[in-house]
């Protein structure tokens, strides 16, 4: 049993695995042949095997969950259901029992009456132990027992009772719930019906569902497991038990934790149902294959001995049963909607629960399904969830061959969607501030009202959004808009008020790339790293004498952007690479529709340039004001601030300076500030502070930060938090939470635009590795971005590898650039080994001298 020591660690890694481990019995529901009856008689059976071998009771436990795990990842059909569960049976036994103890492949054939070959029982096991990812232990509903009672000198018939509940469980679908709630709940009612005059409290809303659920099956209860708890009278106690219950015409009144109300959306989670049969059916997945002698599949010699189906297809099944079925053909690309009543959902070969489409992409030769897998909540949004993506699939839709072209272009893909943060809610508007959600006022489906330099796969979801558009086919909620971005949700107390803090950054998808590959501006007024960053604070309050609570949201938007003029550095291996600046008359039209779009959108714009004043920024300075005073226009207000001869050698408080020029712009209007018992917002921000440095990131970060903390301490005075003489700097604990959260921000903005975490972080976070970040950007600038970019351009439809071009990609460089990181990191060896392996020589005579 566990060590005392190591009791509470052990028993919280239980309680993770539990979870990880855990079947799904939703995904069982879609088996095609395997009804829920017959589950209760392949528990009989084993019951029976695992008695007549003497065998530990965690095996049972343990056979029945990685069946249910295996049936809840692939499709069994009725023949191998027993097979399934000897094979289990097997590998528990492997895992749990003494070697002499195992069953033989002939005992498990004999069992089966000689149904199965000996070599199937292999053959099964290895189904198994590959679908399972070889993750076979499991914390079962014994063990949690054996772990609450063995150190409270629990009566033996209470544990045996308790146990005889554990394996109820086994036999009902609405059981199989976390081990530790079915322990809990076995141990509660085992006390209750040998105790009853004793009072017991239960732990979580989990146990009391399973307390529930167990008063359902007492009355159906398998011939088997009564006959093998026989010795303590089980049959009698559970009747008198139910007469005791029945003679007061009320079941258990149980204390019950509150549950918070389960908010569903209609697009939040799908079971996606695929025909394996071109190419990709391999011998870990069940169905009408190809059969061996032992009558299981075996994997396809070529692409033509696959198509056994005329129809392929991905089926989408809502969890709700009131919706309809989304189908797509994997021959032919076409969508379809179905109502679930007038469709036969055909075999298939895999399950998954998927939370999402992200879209279908066309490479060289074949289209691809992207699907969520993966998805880690992040906070609420005014009861509005919010997701962070952390995995995804991409499926081809017809298998074909993949030339070494297509696997690179499926490479990019997969590095985008792996090194990008994505985060997308099915009931929140994502792309939109709070303002333009407010001011927009419409309940159109949100990928119509998304705002569309935000709405990150627009490009992938464009065959959804032309069905739904040609032919009116309500497939509305299964276009899910995901921002390229950072959210942080934060909440603190401060003088006894509570408040939600959040942070959300968006990322354009209009000329996007790395920092080198994408700068300036382009024909249509878009400019390189464009991101909106909105500050929100929520905050309810209650009037201690009406009672009544109001809810205030505020707001503050600021944005960032290359400077708007056509202009390029050119990598040449130098850590600053050489700046072209073209003709300024060539940028003003192009500058001009910029602004326009940012007034627009924004209103009046406070620019706020960081670019030196000296060197070879100048340049930059001198084409930017000059195409400010072309434009002249009133709702453009420009301030220059030198950051680097302000704020050189770490002196952040001058800061100030620019702040302080700043102020009488932003007094008014300067925020968005909404009540919630208010018809319309109280205040609407009708400007915005644009603010530049040659990347927008390093010295844009700290400006945007003190920006957002003079908003953040005028707000919370606003609403009579603070008074007039408090800051922000005065509350330790809210001015740490509130660094940190902006010094995220900004690595986040400067890893996915030059790879690194950002510099000058003194400010915001504390003095970090300034040097290190430094070194790691040039080589991430002058060596990986290019395949970087490439992964933008092909996830954002930049590049249509489907369309004859004479560019190839990847990106190639030449043979001298390719092999530079190489001979560097050769001459750093060489240097070190020339430093260390002399003074190594020389300690080994000294010591050879001493012992002479």
Same mark, same amino acid.
């Given at each position: 049993?566990?060590?005392?020591?190591?009791?509470?660690?052990?028993?919280?890694?239980?309680?993770?695995?539990?979870?990880?481990?855990?079947?799904?019995? %939703?995904?069982?529901?879609?088996?095609?042949?395997?009804?829920?009856?017959?589950?209760?008689?392949?528990?009989?059976?084993?019951?029976?095997?695992?008695?007549?071998?003497?065998?530990?009771?965690?095996?049972?436990?343990?056979?029945?969950?990685?069946?249910?795990?295996?049936?809840?990842?692939?499709?069994?059909? %009725?023949?191998?259901?027993? *097979?399934?569960?000897?094979?289990?049976?097997?590998?528990?036994?492997?895992?749990?029992?003494?070697?002499?103890?195992?069953?033989?492949?002939?005992?498990?054939?004999?069992?089966?009456?000689?149904?199965?070959?000996?070599?199937?029982?292999?053959?099964?096991?290895?189904?198994?132990?590959?679908?399972?990812?070889?993750?076979?232990?499991?914390?079962?509903?014994?063990?949690?027992?054996?772990?609450?009672?063995?150190?409270?000198?629990?009566?033996?018939?209470?544990?045996?009772?308790?146990?005889?509940?554990?394996?109820?469980?086994?036999?009902?679908?609405?059981?199989?719930?976390?081990?530790?709630?079915?322990?809990?709940?076995?141990?509660?009612?085992?006390?209750?019906?040998?105790?009853?005059?004793?009072?017991?409290?239960?732990?979580?809303?989990?146990?009391?569902?399973?307390?529930?659920?167990?008063?359902?099956?007492?009355?159906?209860?398998?011939?088997?497991?009564?006959?093998?708890?026989?010795?303590?009278?089980?049959?009698?106690?559970?009747?008198?038990?139910?007469?005791?219950?029945?003679?007061?015409?009320?079941? *258990?009144?149980?204390?019950?934790?509150?549950?918070?109300?389960?908010?569903?959306?209609?697009?939040?989670?799908?079971?996606?149902?695929?025909?394996?049969?071109?190419?990709?059916?391999?011998?870990?997945?069940?169905?009408?294959?190809?059969?061996?002698?032992?009558?299981?599949?075996?994997?396809?010699?070529?692409?033509?001995?696959?198509?056994?189906?005329?129809?392929?297809?991905?089926?989408?099944?809502?969890?709700?049963?009131?919706?309809?079925?989304?189908?797509?053909?994997?021959?032919?690309?076409?969508?379809?909607?179905?109502?679930?009543?007038?469709?036969?959902?055909?075999?298939?070969?895999?399950?998954?629960?998927?939370?999402?489409?992200?879209?279908?992409?066309?490479? @060289?030769?074949? %289209?691809?399904?992207?699907?969520?897998?993966?998805?880690?909540?992040?906070?609420?949004?005014?009861?509005?969830?919010?997701?962070?993506?952390?995995?995804?699939?991409?499926?081809?839709?017809?298998?074909?061959?993949?030339?070494?072209?297509?696997?690179?272009?499926?490479?990019?893909?997969?590095?985008?969607?792996?090194?990008?943060?994505?985060?997308?809610?099915?009931?929140?508007?994502?792309?939109?501030?709070?303002?333009?959600?407010?001011?927009?006022?419409?309940?159109?489906?949100?990928?119509?009202?998304?705002?569309?330099?935000?709405?990150?796969?627009?490009?992938?979801?464009?065959?959804?959004?032309?069905?739904?558009?040609?032919?009116?086919?309500?497939?509305?909620?299964?276009?899910?808009?995901?921002?390229?971005?950072?959210?942080?949700?934060?909440?603190?107390?401060?003088?006894?008020?509570?408040?939600?803090? *959040?942070?959300?950054?968006?990322?354009?998808?209009?000329?996007?790339?790395?920092?080198?590959?994408?700068?300036?501006?382009?024909?249509?007024?878009?400019?390189?790293?464009?991101?909106?960053?909105?500050?929100?604070?929520?905050?309810?309050?209650?009037? @201690?004498?009406?009672?009544?609570? @109001?809810?205030?949201?505020?707001?503050?938007?600021?944005?960032?952007?290359?400077?708007?003029?056509?202009?390029?550095?050119?990598?040449? *291996?130098?850590?600053?690479?050489?700046?072209?600046?073209?003709?300024?008359?060539?940028?003003?039209?192009?500058?001009?529709?910029?602004?326009?779009?940012?007034?627009?959108?924004?209103?009046?714009?406070?620019?706020?340039?960081?670019?030196?004043?000296? =060197?070879?920024?100048?340049?930059? @300075?001198?084409?930017?004001?000059?195409?400010?005073?072309?434009?002249?226009?009133?709702?453009? +207000?420009?301030?220059?601030?030198?950051?680097?001869?302000?704020?050189?050698?770490?002196?952040?408080?001058?800061?100030?300076?620019?702040?302080?020029?700043?102020?009488?712009?932003?007094?008014?209007?300067?925020?968005?500030?909404?009540?919630?018992?208010?018809?319309?917002?109280?205040?609407?921000?009708?400007?915005?502070?644009?603010?530049?440095?040659?990347?927008?990131?390093?010295?844009?970060?700290?400006?945007?930060?003190?920006?957002?903390?003079?908003?953040?301490? +005028?707000?919370?005075?606003?609403? =009579?938090?603070?008074?007039?003489?408090?800051?922000?700097?005065?509350?330790?604990?809210?001015?740490?939470?509130?660094?940190?959260?902006?010094?995220?921000?900004?690595?986040?903005?400067?890893?996915?635009?030059?790879?690194?975490?950002?510099?000058?972080?003194?400010?915001?976070? =504390?003095?970090?590795?300034?040097?290190?970040?430094?070194?790691?950007?040039?080589?991430?600038?002058?060596?990986?971005?290019?395949?970087?970019?490439?992964?933008?351009?092909?996830?954002? =439809?930049?590049?249509?590898?489907?369309?004859?071009?004479?560019?190839?990609?990847?990106?190639?460089?030449?043979?001298?650039?390719?092999?530079?990181?190489?001979?560097?990191?050769?001459?750093?060896?060489?240097?070190?080994?020339?430093?260390?392996?002399?003074?190594?020589?020389?300690?080994?005579?000294?010591?050879?001298?001493?012992?002479?």
């Amino acid at each position: 049993m566990i060590q005392d020591d190591y009791r509470e660690e052990t028993l919280a890694y239980m309680k993770t695995m539990e979870r990880a481990t855990l079947a799904s019995p %939703k995904m069982m529901d879609l088996q095609p042949e395997l009804e829920w009856y017959m589950r209760p008689y392949l528990i009989d059976f084993i019951l029976e095997v695992h008695s007549g071998f003497y065998l530990q009771p965690v095996t049972l436990y343990l056979t029945v969950n990685l069946i249910d795990r295996y049936t809840s990842k692939r499709v069994v059909f %009725k023949k191998h259901y027993q *097979l399934l569960g000897c094979a289990a049976l097997w590998i528990a036994a492997k895992f749990e029992e003494p070697k002499d103890r195992v069953p033989t492949l002939k005992e498990l054939s004999t069992m089966c009456c000689d149904s199965y070959r000996e070599e199937m029982f292999v053959q099964m096991e290895s189904h198994i132990i590959k679908t399972l990812d070889w993750m076979i232990g499991h914390p079962t509903a014994f063990t949690f027992l054996q772990m609450m009672t063995v150190y409270s000198n629990f009566p033996e018939n209470i544990v045996t009772l308790a146990q005889f509940f554990t394996e109820l469980a086994l036999f009902h679908r609405d059981l199989i719930c976390l081990p530790s709630a079915v322990a809990e709940a076995s141990l509660f009612l085992a006390q209750s019906i040998l105790q009853p005059k004793k009072y017991y409290m239960i732990s979580s809303s989990e146990t009391f569902a399973c307390i529930n659920t167990f008063h359902s099956h007492l009355n159906n209860i398998s011939n088997v497991i009564l006959k093998k708890y026989s010795h303590i009278g089980v049959k009698k106690i559970i009747n008198d038990y139910l007469s005791s219950i029945s003679s007061t015409h009320s079941s *258990l009144q149980l204390y019950s934790p509150h549950t918070p109300p389960h908010k569903h959306s209609r697009h939040s989670q799908f079971y996606l149902c695929i025909n394996n049969h071109n190419s990709e059916t391999i011998a870990d997945q069940f169905g009408d294959l190809q059969k061996n002698e032992t009558g299981l599949p075996t994997p396809p010699a070529d692409d033509n001995q696959c198509n056994h189906y005329s129809d392929d297809e991905f089926v989408l099944v809502p969890e709700r049963k009131s919706e309809s079925l989304f189908v797509i053909d994997r021959l032919n690309g076409k969508l379809n909607l179905y109502e679930r009543d007038a469709y036969v959902i055909p075999r298939y070969h895999e399950i998954l629960c998927i939370y999402g489409i992200l879209g279908l992409i066309r490479l @060289k030769h074949d %289209k691809y399904l992207i699907i969520i897998t993966e998805r880690e909540n992040v906070g609420k949004i005014d009861e509005n969830d919010i997701y962070r993506l952390k995995s995804a699939r991409i499926i081809p839709l017809k298998n074909k061959y993949k030339d070494h072209e297509e696997v690179e272009y499926l490479g990019l893909i997969e590095k985008h969607l792996k090194t990008g943060a994505f985060y997308f809610s099915y009931t929140f508007d994502i792309t939109n501030t709070l303002q333009r959600q407010i001011l927009l006022n419409t309940k159109s489906p949100s990928w119509k009202i998304a705002d569309e330099r935000f709405f990150w796969n627009r490009f992938i979801q464009s065959d959804l959004i032309d069905l739904t558009e040609s032919s009116h086919s309500d497939i509305d909620d299964y276009i899910l808009p995901i921002i390229y971005g950072f959210v942080k949700i934060t909440h603190i107390e401060i003088k006894n008020h509570f408040l939600t803090i *959040l942070l959300i950054s968006r990322r354009s998808r209009f000329r996007a790339g790395t920092r080198y590959f994408s700068r300036g501006i382009d024909q249509d007024g878009n400019v390189s790293n464009f991101n909106e960053t909105e500050q929100i604070v929520l905050f309810k309050n209650t009037n @201690k004498l009406s009672g009544v609570t @109001k809810q205030l949201k505020l707001s503050f938007v600021q944005i960032r952007g290359s400077v708007p003029i056509f202009w390029a550095e050119v990598n040449d *291996l130098k850590y600053k690479p050489k700046l072209f600046v073209f003709n300024t008359n060539d940028s003003v039209n192009s500058s001009r529709l910029h602004f326009d779009k940012q007034i627009k959108i924004y209103g009046d714009q406070i620019i706020v340039n960081l670019v030196n004043q000296r =060197g070879r920024e100048y340049n930059i @300075k001198a084409a930017y004001e000059e195409i400010i005073k072309i434009l002249n226009d009133p709702k453009i +207000k420009y301030f220059y601030f030198d950051f680097h001869q302000e704020c050189g050698k770490a002196k952040w408080h001058r800061v100030r300076i620019l702040i302080d020029q700043l102020i009488p712009y932003l007094k008014q209007n300067y925020c968005y500030i909404d009540c919630s018992d208010e018809i319309s917002p109280i205040y609407l921000q009708t400007s915005v502070v644009r603010t530049n440095c040659m990347d927008c990131l390093d010295r844009t970060n700290v400006i945007q930060s003190a920006l957002a903390r003079w908003v953040l301490t +005028k707000q919370l005075n606003d609403i =009579g938090i603070f008074n007039d003489y408090e800051n922000i700097e005065g509350y330790p604990d809210f001015d740490y939470l509130f660094r940190n959260m902006w010094a995220d921000n900004g690595d986040f903005l400067s890893i996915s635009y030059s790879g690194t975490g950002a510099l000058k972080t003194d400010f915001t976070r =504390g003095a970090i590795l300034d040097l290190i970040n430094s070194i790691m950007r040039y080589f991430q600038n002058n060596f990986t971005d290019g395949l970087r970019q490439d992964g933008f351009d092909l996830f954002l =439809g930049n590049y249509l590898p489907y369309q004859p071009r004479k560019i190839h990609l990847p990106y190639h460089k030449s043979l001298f650039i390719q092999y530079i990181p190489h001979v560097l990191f050769f001459s750093i060896f060489m240097i070190l080994a020339k430093t260390i392996l002399p003074g190594l020589e020389n300690l080994r005579l000294y010591k050879s001298y001493k012992n002479q």
